[in-house]
């Protein structure tokens, strides 16, 4: 009869840390990700609200003026013209003055649309695989303004 040689119970041990081990990195790395894109998401989602105040805020009050490749708005409160544009190279969505400066508005911006249409500014972008979108209506450049 052939004798036939198992494991013996240290060894079954050594596997068992080895296996153990092993699934506790991984679970790690699994929870330290899911945290990491979490506060990633929370992050854009607070970099969203901060651009849409900014543009919809009575300290500007935006209006429109034209629309060709850029958008111009104007605002009455410092009697001033911005261009909203969108750098795909540099992935920014930034508000220009009329003659020099920018404030960037929204960083890591992978795709936008900008579009005015009756009067409405809507804007869509997608940052980190989400997409953001909003919709807000835009007085015509010399319309009275009313804080």
């Not at 850029?70 to 104007?74: E, G």
């Not at 220009?96 to 404030?103: A, F, H, I, S």
């Given at each position: 009869m052939k004798s036939?040689?198992?494991?013996?119970?240290?060894?079954?041990?050594v596997a068992l840390i080895v296996v153990s081990g092993f699934t506790l990195i991984v679970q790690l790395a699994?929870?330290?990700?899911?945290?990491?894109?979490f506060?990633?998401?929370?992050?854009?989602?607070?970099?969203?609200?901060?651009?849409?105040?900014?543009?919809?805020?009575?300290?500007l009050a935006l209006q429109f003026v034209s629309q060709d490749k850029?958008?111009?708005?104007?605002s009455?409160?410092?009697?001033k013209k911005y261009q909203l544009i969108y750098n795909s190279e540099e992935q920014l969505l930034?508000?220009?003055?009329?003659?020099?400066?920018?404030?960037?508005l929204l960083y890591q911006v992978s795709t936008c649309q900008i579009k005015v249409q009756d009067s409405y500014l809507s804007i869509k972008v997608?940052?980190?695989?989400?997409?953001?979108?909003?919709?807000?209506?835009?007085?015509?450049?010399?319309?009275?303004?009313?804080?």
């Open positions: 036939c040689r198992g494991f013996t119970l240290w060894e079954c041990l699994l929870s330290t990700i899911q945290r990491q894109t506060f990633q998401r929370d992050e854009d989602r607070l970099n969203w609200y901060r651009f849409k105040s900014t543009l919809t805020g009575d300290n850029q958008l111009v708005l104007y009455p409160i410092t009697m930034k508000l220009t003055g009329e003659k020099n400066g920018y404030l960037p997608g940052i980190h695989n989400c997409e953001y979108q909003m919709k807000y209506y835009l007085l015509k450049a010399g319309e009275i303004y009313e804080k």
